[in-house]
């Protein structure tokens, strides 16, 4: 049967970091709007449709399509270099990841990342400090890269990633897991104390600035540790 293990080898510690980058978020959220403490049991059910709804509509997209076409491209474009990985025991060292893959997981992360700045509204939110929100644009980009890449990761390491379709698409069951529980916690305490997600992440607010630090800093840490 060989390895059908949804979650790659050696990915525990990982996941573990990118979901306390999600708790680190959402308390920190939840603080920058002022902390409220009135928590309504009746958000659960949106907070629950809407998370999951984003997190499977984002893998679909970003690690299924985007990522799959520049695996394709680069694959095409590198065939010497396939050859050459074909070759790798990679049962002997599951860190090892080919040149065509490493590009393809930097690409489709960068887009993920740079496509959260896309607003629902206004790209700046009125009134908003340039300062803070020049930090905001690159702490968040920075922050989403790095979490498009643990989930990028979790696709090409996945003993699904190197089949063909239809069987490739059982690599996303895992990130889409782990997208889901992180955008709960990075969603729920605001959502869940009545709060409203901002409408753009370049608020202008630099308490913001504190939980996407920390959250970059520990996804960073999660990209080196797959």
Not at 104 to 109: E, I, N, P, R
Request: one cysteine or more; glycine letters at 10%; proline letters at 5%.
């Amino acid at each position: 049967m060989g390895n059908t293990k949804i979650i790659p080898c050696g990915f525990g510690p990982v996941l573990v970091l990118v979901l306390l980058a999600g708790v680190v978020g959402g308390l920190g959220q939840w603080w920058a709007d002022g902390g409220s403490q009135a928590v309504q049991l009746a958000r659960c059910g949106a907070l629950l449709a809407e998370a999951w709804e984003a997190a499977l509509v984002e893998e679909v997209l970003f690690r299924g399509v985007l990522l799959w076409a520049c695996l394709s491209w680069a694959i095409r474009c590198n065939k010497r270099h396939l050859k050459c990985a074909a070759s790798v025991d990679r049962a002997a060292d599951h860190r090892i990841v080919p040149v065509s893959t490493r590009f393809a997981v930097v690409a489709s992360s960068l887009v993920f990342g740079l496509m959260h700045l896309i607003p629902d509204g206004s790209l700046i939110a009125s009134g908003a400090d340039t300062v803070v929100v020049v930090a905001q644009a690159i702490l968040k980009v920075a922050q989403s890269t790095l979490f498009g890449a643990v989930m990028a990761l979790l696709v090409v390491r996945s003993p699904y990633g190197s089949r063909p379709l239809p069987q490739w698409a059982l690599s996303l069951v895992a990130p889409v897991i782990a997208h889901g529980l992180f955008d709960l916690l990075f969603w729920g305490p605001l959502l869940l104390t009545g709060g409203v997600l901002p409408s753009t992440y370049l608020t202008g607010n630099a308490a913001d600035l504190v939980p996407l630090v920390i959250t970059t800093v520990l996804l960073a840490w999660a990209v080196k540790s797959c």
